[in-house]
T-cell receptor, first 113, second 112 residues
Framework: KAGVTQTPRYLIKTRGQQVTLSCSPI?????VSWYQQTPGQGLQFLFE???????NKGNFPGRFSGRQFSNSRSEMNVSTLELGDSALYLC????????????FGDGTRLSIL | GESVGLHLPTLSVQEGDNSIINCAYS??????FIWYKQESGKGPQFIID?????DKRQGQRVTVLLNKTVKHLSLQIAATQPGDSAVYFC???????????FGTGTRLKVLA
């Protein structure tokens, strides 16, 4: 079974631009979560989607948004990019069960110049 | 690849020895816990999980121990190998949420 796929793997943007990252979950997984990982802050939860609905949200500004499609694929968007948005963005999917683990993709490395 | 964390606590162990990685979790209401391994340039990889109704769970060369009294989780790796070198994270989830909270991570270095 294929794992979680994130595209693109690397992205370079400049301040003020916007970016869209994509995540294809493991087949059969309906829950998709997004995380931001930085050396200083570790893994920070952004949001979680299930059945095209945002079910949980972390403490990030409104510039960070996401959506989920009917096939469970998800995208996240960051508008008006800031230097501090440089990070590894990770997507994780899981079966919607209370005691099943999330499985991660290898992330998108976003660099802001 | 770029470091996952530049100032992580580091555990150095000799190849063949056992490793113990510790994690203090934050929420006494958390009822599900996971250990992940992250290698440079990759996403976190699931190692083992445990529910709060258990104290211990074993996998292949790994054991997770849960002490709910002091909110402490540990990962034991038997006969540590060079391929075990990575950053290890614990994650917790509360009973009323689908949101995970991750620990800061521990870097494991295996010395030949």
């Amino acid at each position: 079974k294929a794992g979680v796929t994130q595209t693109p793997r690397y992205l370079i943007k400049t301040r003020g631009q916007q970016v869209t990252l994509s995540c294809s979950p493991i087949s059969g997984h309906r829950s998709v979560s997004w995380y931001q990982q930085t050396p200083g802050q570790g893994l920070q939860f952004l949001f979680e989607y299930f059945s095209e609905t945002q079910r949980n949200k972390g403490n990030f500004p409104g510039r960070f948004s996401g959506r989920q499609f009917s096939n469970s694929r998800s995208e996240m968007n960051v508008s008006t990019l800031e230097l501090g948005d440089s990070a590894l963005y990770l997507c994780a999917s899981s079966i919607d069960s209370r005691y099943q683990p999330q499985h991660f993709g290898d992330g998108t490395r976003l660099s802001i110049l | 690849g770029e470091s996952v964390g530049l100032h992580l606590p580091t555990l150095s162990v000799q190849e063949g020895d056992n490793s113990i990685i510790n994690c203090a979790y934050s929420n006494s209401a958390s009822d599900y816990f996971i250990w992940y391994k992250q290698e440079s340039g990759k996403g976190p990889q699931f190692i083992i999980d445990i529910r709060s109704n258990m104290d211990k769970r074993q996998g292949q060369r790994v054991t997770v121990l849960l002490n709910k009294t002091v909110k402490h989780l540990s990962l034991q790796i038997a006969a540590t190998q060079p391929g075990d070198s990575a950053v290890y994270f614990c994650a917790e989830k509360g009973s009323e949420t689908y949101k995970y909270i991750f620990g800061t991570g521990t870097r494991l270095k295996v010395l030949a």
